[in-house]
């Protein structure tokens, strides 16, 4: 009966197996630590063996490991910058981030100006001068024969001179002078049709620049504390690994320090100065036609259709010294065109590139 008792409060352990392998434990009820038993001591090394069938290889970088970003700059990307068209994102980043442009290239504009011929009117001669001797004559006695103020050109008799008259002995009449014409009210005009005003190439830009993003397969792991994982293209090396931020700004740090500053655009600011025509008319003249008559009427031909201009005062000898002067009129007033100097259409302005962005790449042998 003693025995009995002692058996059981001892701990009763039996070890049966049944399905399986899984053992069964049997324990009273006043041992609970029963339910945590301790390992066999042989289970250290299978133990350790269990530990090891866990994932423990390190990540691998599927494309290339590149330095950490500096601050406040975009995270690593790849650029491409071509004189060209832009080229498409590569399969390993295909992405495409943005398209920019640099190496903006803009020539001052062709400017030019052009005037028209000169416009202008014409007045009549102010003087008619007879004299008593020819034409050219030192010391001849001059006698008037002036024509009316504002005189029209059409028949007048002022000032006339009889047949006979006599100056100094001579007759007063053996050669006539007559004035010149005078040009006035002279000015030229900008011709806008022959005007070349912003004619110039277009700008263009030397280089278009496109930036790609992509992940590895890998993701951004496995390059250790001092980088991450990017995309790594085929080749062509076309593309750079690159960061990027908005503004002209300096590159920082040692591991992104190529500088490139692109733009998203332009603004054409070119122009050229107003065109103006010079006061100063040149090459223009008046001629005309100048009749003198020997009566008051404008009937009797002394002389008929003597040519006169603005360049020179006219003289001529009367072929019957002595004759009346008795009327005048002037036909045929004709203007000639000059020329101005054009002035102005100076190039002004340039071209902005809008909007900058810097790119700071690795060096190209990294």
């Not at 269990?50 to 691998?60: F, R, V």
């Not at 009316?148 to 028949?155: E, I, M, N, Q, R």
Request: aromatic share 6%; hydrophobic share 30%; proline share 10%.
């Amino acid at each position: 009966m003693t025995y009995q008792l002692k058996c059981f409060g001892l701990l009763l352990l039996l070890v049966l197996w049944g399905c399986g392998n899984e053992p069964i434990l049997w324990c009273h009820v006043d041992e609970p630590d029963c339910l945590n038993p301790s390992p066999p001591a042989d289970a250290g090394t299978d133990a350790a063996e269990d530990a090891g069938d866990g994932d423990t290889e390190a990540k691998i970088c599927t494309g290339q490991c590149v330095p950490f970003r500096p601050l406040g700059w975009s995270e690593p990307i790849l650029v491409a910058r071509t004189p060209g068209a832009a080229v498409e994102c590569p399969p390993e980043a295909p992405h495409h981030h943005f398209t920019k442009y640099a190496d903006l290239v803009a020539g001052p504009l062709a400017c030019n100006c052009a005037c028209k011929p000169s416009t202008g009117s014409c007045t009549l001669p102010a003087t008619m001068t007879a004299g008593n001797a020819a034409c050219y004559t030192s010391g001849a006695v001059p006698t008037s024969f002036d024509p009316p103020a504002d005189w029209d050109g059409s028949c007048s008799s002022s000032n006339a001179i009889a047949a006979g008259k006599q100056c100094g002995g001579k007759p007063c009449v053996e050669s006539l002078t007559i004035g010149p014409m005078v040009a006035v009210d002279e000015g030229c005009e900008v011709d806008e049709l022959e005007i070349l005003t912003g004619q110039g190439d277009e700008p263009t830009w030397g280089l278009t620049v496109v930036a790609c993003e992509g992940y590895p397969e890998s993701g951004e792991g496995g390059c250790g504390a001092g980088g991450k994982c990017a995309p790594a293209p085929a080749p062509p090396p076309e593309f750079r690994v690159c960061v990027y931020k908005e503004d002209d700004v300096p590159c920082e740090g040692e591991n992104y320090t190529d500088r490139l500053v692109v733009y998203t655009g332009f603004d054409d600011k070119r122009g050229c100065t107003a065109c103006e025509c010079s006061p100063e008319v040149e090459g223009s003249m008046c001629t005309a036609m100048a009749s003198i008559y020997k009566d008051d009427a404008c009937v009797d031909p002394l002389l008929l259709g003597y040519s006169i201009s603005s360049l020179k005062e006219a003289c001529f000898d009367v072929t019957l010294p002595g004759a009346a002067l008795g009327s005048k009129s002037i036909s045929n007033v004709t203007y000639h065109a000059g020329t101005c100097q054009p002035a102005g259409g100076e190039p002004i302005g340039e071209v902005e590139a809008l909007r900058p962005s810097t790119i700071c790449c690795r060096p190209k042998d990294n």
